[in-house]
């Protein structure tokens, strides 16, 4: 039996969280490789390592004034290093992130070393080897995704030999050398890449929740825990917004068969949540979680007889295409077609957009709504229950919410609802009502 171990930022933010962490690993020799992340927030209003580091390196990339920046970040590690009364000294480590950010090293190079110092800090406190991940992480330069089949030559190779190790999260090397990080949340990609390398039985992610909540904890109070999710479930909810685990963190474990257990640093003995590839086991409500999105934008067009225009679908999907716009949802009935698209990247071709729908496919209408929110109902049970989708409505109704749209996909695993944006809570707490909360 072995494990890779993913310690999020709020489980390292300070001296006494390395402290828990270790004695996490200590309490179990199968916990052989350790994913640290940059020191997280310590209290609400603290700053990430990370953004700090961001901040530091556009002020230097602007050609001001960083090195004060730079020093508070320097502090940050230090209060750690000599809360653990360890030796050790990150002055050189400092010198050389200093002069890399006076040559514009880059931004990802900036935000990697926030997890490459934790590493090097955790590292020596635990007595383990480090592993660079620039050494064994690789993307590949042609498109920028991760190489996986490189990465798995090589880190296995050198797991091989390794009992126990810490491998930083968040980053790789392009051929070349030149840092690259994954996207914001990425050291649980990390975790699962060394799971799937070292072949290990458990992909352990350690936050600073007791595992895989219905809801959103930030808007429904103690919501409760789910026991037992798959790879499919989890993905749709952290795609829309259940952030606990990146989405893109299932895919190596999942090649593998390895389970994912979400645990608690600050609550160890809590068994947390288990992602699987598949389970017999029923969930305890038909809904498994909800998760969603606020900041869409609806894009309607009608037109008299369109579900006989052959590639009228694909015409319409042209014009976001034609201006680099990715699409969400795209509910459509016999005459309308509605794509929801990401606001912010399209308010500003808004007009770009409009002026090609009517060139491809000549509508009668084309509306436009912004504001609104996607809202995703996940569950494996929905497939053996019927009448899920009415008593959604009919729960929003209650409380008064305007349904925008409600699209189920054909796997049944999924419902999205789109709602305004101020409405988006009051929804949240409507599904959650219905199905946990009374639910038979
Ligand atoms: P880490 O720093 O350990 O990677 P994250 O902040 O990325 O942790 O993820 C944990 C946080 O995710 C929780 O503190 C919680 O606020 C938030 N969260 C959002 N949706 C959920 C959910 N459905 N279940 C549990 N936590 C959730
Ligand atoms: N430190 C990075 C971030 O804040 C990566 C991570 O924590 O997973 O996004
Ligand atoms: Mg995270």
Known sequence: ??????????????????MKVAEIIRADENRRYVVPSAPGKRFAKDTKVTDMLYACYDLAEQGGEYKEALKAIKERYQEIIDGLGLKLSLKEEFEVIDENFAKK??????????????GIV???????????????IFFSDKDGTWDGE?????????????KNAVIPGFYGSLPGGKIKTFSRGGSDITGSIVAQAAGVDVYE??????????????IIDNPRKIEVITYRELRELSYMGATVLHEDAIFPV?????PINIRNTNAPDDEGTWIVGSTGQKSKYVITGIAGKKGFCSVSVEKDMMNSEIGFGRKVLSAFEEQGISFEHMPSGIDTLTVFVHQDEFIDKEQKVVAGIHRNVRPDTIEIESDLALIAVVG???????GTAGRIFSALAHSNVNVKMIDQGSSELNIIIGVDNKDFETAIRAIYDIFVLTAI
């Open 1 to 18: 039996m072995s494990k890779v171990v993913k310690f999020g930022g709020s489980s390292l933010a300070d001296a006494k969280q390395f």
């Open 105 to 118: 090293a880059g931004r990802d190079y900036a935000a990697s070393r926030g997890e490459y110092l934790n």
């Open 122 to 136: 955790l590292a020596a406190y635990l007595g383990f080897e480090f592993i660079d991940a620039a050494d064994v």
């Open 150 to 162: 490189k990465t798995r030559q090589v880190l296995s190779r050198r797991l091989k030999g390794c």
């Open 205 to 218: 992610n350690w936050t600073d929740v007791s595992g895989f909540l219905i809801a959103d904890p930030r």
């Open 254 to 258: 999942r090649q593998e068969g390895i």
């Open 380 to 386: 494996r049970g929905m497939k053996s229950t019927r």
